[in-house]
């Protein structure tokens, strides 16, 4: 079993920048952790995944360049740093993860989540 708790988030300018962080509690082996967002009215989309072993990560189109995940493995806590924020950046972030063997990109793939961190960017 895993349990992850967001915390980091706020409200930010637009070309701000702003880090989310998630505890992990409960065994890393063969970990996957990502981050997805969900604006209101929107569905849940993916942000980026790093595996917990290798350090490995993936973005999607709109995070490369801007946004970076990482992890710290001392103190089971993952990292999204975001820069140049722009209102669509706006959403609940949400902490996921898997045991691997999913696609990264889809909320299907992860069977743990936490409970989200509000973000917002403003004009």
């Known amino acids: 079993q895993v349990q992850l708790v967001e915390s980091g988030g706020g409200l930010v300018q637009a070309g701000g920048s702003l880090r989310v962080s998630c505890v992990v509690s409960g065994r890393t082996f063969r970990l996957y952790a990502g981050w997805f967002r969900q604006a209101p009215g929107k569905e849940r989309e993916f942000v980026a995944a790093?595996?917990?072993?290798?350090?490995?990560?993936w973005y999607a189109d709109s995070a490369k360049g801007r946004f970076t995940i990482s992890r710290d493995i001392d103190t089971n806590t993952v990292y999204l740093q975001m820069n140049s924020l722009r209102p669509d950046g706006t959403g609940v972030y949400y902490c996921?993860?898997?045991?691997?063997?999913?696609?990264?990109?889809?909320?299907?793939?992860?069977?743990?989540w936490g409970h989200g961190t509000q973000v917002t960017v403003s004009t």
């Open positions: 996921a993860a898997q045991r691997g063997g999913g696609t990264l990109y889809y909320t299907t793939s992860y069977d743990y």
């Open positions: 790093i595996n917990w072993s290798g350090g490995s990560t």
